[in-house]
């Protein structure tokens, strides 16, 4: 979090008591948000530290997978009719062109889904909203999820805000989520610590879960 | 929005197609997020440029009964006794403070709710999370939603997020939203405008309604 | 409804003030709930009065498409490596063989969609819980949901109870719902009557929506 | 299950591979949905096998405080303005009257909360819709819900459909749910076993929690 005006009022939230830690706690899952084809090619939806992330998530993938942890990936997938345009989609136009078979809305090869992880379709900010995302954790009793993906001032923002709301822990992974823009990444991570989640890199998270969850 | 960083970047925004206009349609309703005594009070929750914001929503306020628009309110509002702290509380301790009969969680007087027009409780970011918001617009055919109220960056942007979910279209009145720190607050609106909302003064928004809501 | 059990036992609802009528209001839609071919079949999950339920729904369907009233249909499609097995597919196993591409899920071809109507995906028996269903409504400015489909007991009687708590009118299509057995459809509308929804058959809505919504 | 008409009809559930066993997994929590006064008195409400349901449940209640289990109850409640009306009020008129300081909207007094419990307040029939019943029971990682309260083919029903789509394991505890006419609340019963939960007295559902979770 390298925003020098954001550092600045971070005495605010000091005084005001936000900001406090978050450990993790009980069963672990990771999300990852809409890392398709789409959000890694800076002509499309991609650009500024997206690719970065994407590197690192393909190792965070390599641990849940290998510590048996849920994964549960998003993508961002209209219908070829139209017929579920939306406010989102009026807002940004090119979001409706990643139907099911372009191929910009497949998830990124080196991310590429295992059979039994969950895969949820949605037209809208957060993995959890209109899906089956919440559900899916809540029968698995995971209480603590790792959240990596693009962008970070918009799908990965609005998915973890809806992830604490629905009562899991959030840990969003510094280093595993990127977006289109330095500026907005910055002020969502200052954000997302100051409110809403534990914020830090993949390195640390697992040292944080090694330690709290048995 | 005066966030020079932020201007900066708008070039990717507006190359990838982001930031197309939203007008307003059909029925129209106001929410006043969260504009509670503690949020006005800088040495609880409040600061910044949120006094501004109160004195305009009155305005906005006084349109909307003129108008006969259907009025929401919310307020964050924890139980006595501790039985639905969550993670927000643990992130930010002083909201579970916020109990029913704490003073600071009491609508600030100049905006007071009239009989007829709805308050709803919530413990999360979002005033439709968990709340009556979403039907008690929907029973009333509302398809635009003007949102005001505190702060920019929490509460409000949640909530215009959720709204837009919904399938509302928001407009955000940015002269009667506010935040604690300014940099939030602008991070948050150029966020909202590029992507999920129309942002505007209650000026313009008054005339855009006029225009396109017959 | 002709189950005398339940007759016999309505005086309890009228004194206690159930069963008020329910008037349309607003813009309207068709909501067609599951009409699939493995509903439709008695070897799989239909039966009882759903060939008739099919057969009325044609009509209805072909009013709403002449009205201009928007449509939407549900289908219950699983994924196909079984990551999203859940409560209702441990109770009922059949239900997590219904995959996009297994030809019982399809819907049935006298009910196909048309572009522009709206097809939800579910994996739980309200056609509201985890899709885009409400949403999609509401940005509509939709104010009554004409209720066709199957079964009348299950997957009909949830999406009705969701849509009346999302604040949308149900008018149940008495005779555009079906189910495997006569005693849970009799059964469902009762309770759907006296507690959720105007239960009526087709004809007799489409005379009070002409007569309620200019 | 008394209900001799759908016993006649089990066979088809049983052809088509309804009705599976669902067993109790993981944390266990009980929810009580509407003992409240109003629901207690024949008059207003109740009636029915009610009285005998909140015996049991009293029982119930015993168990899971001894047990450490989570409680949360749900009351319906509505706004002293009229402001909160909806469809389910429109329906049935008396709903609206339940209101915050009404007597009949009280917990019945041998259920009264203790301090920690969770009491949700509800102005549709699923106590998980529009309240923070979810949230509050993944946070807490349960993964097993048992149910009981009033009315068996209202509320209760509907709770016990939400219970099921949000993750939960509902286990209805037959001897601890009731409603106003019997038939219903048989018709309720069956298709709840059949279709969405476990259905059995409480002390069948303390043997299989004590065998299934550890």
Redesign the interface.
Known sequence: MS?I??H??AG??QR?????S?TPQ??VALLIVDLVVGFADPQ??G??NIPGAIARTVDALAVARLKGWPVAHSRIVY?D????D???S?????MATLTEDNPQSAIVPELAPL?????VRK????AF????L??????????TLLVAGAVT??CVR?SV??A???????LVLSDCVGD?????HD??L??LQ????AVMPLADALKAIEQHCR
Request: hydrophobic letters at 40%.
């Open positions: 925003d005006s954001q600045a009022e605010v939230y005001q008591g936000f900001g406090t978050l009980g069963n499309v939806f650009g500024g219908a009719d139209g017929s579920d939306n406010i989102f009026i807002k940004v136009p090119g059979p039994g992880e969950l895969v037209v809208v900010p957060s909203f209109g899906t089956q919440a559900p899916w954790l809540a029968q698995r009793g995971i209480q001032s918009g609005a805000v809806d604490m709301s629905y009562g899991f822990r959030p289109r823009a330095v500026g907005p002020a969502s200052f954000d100051q409110k809403y989640a």
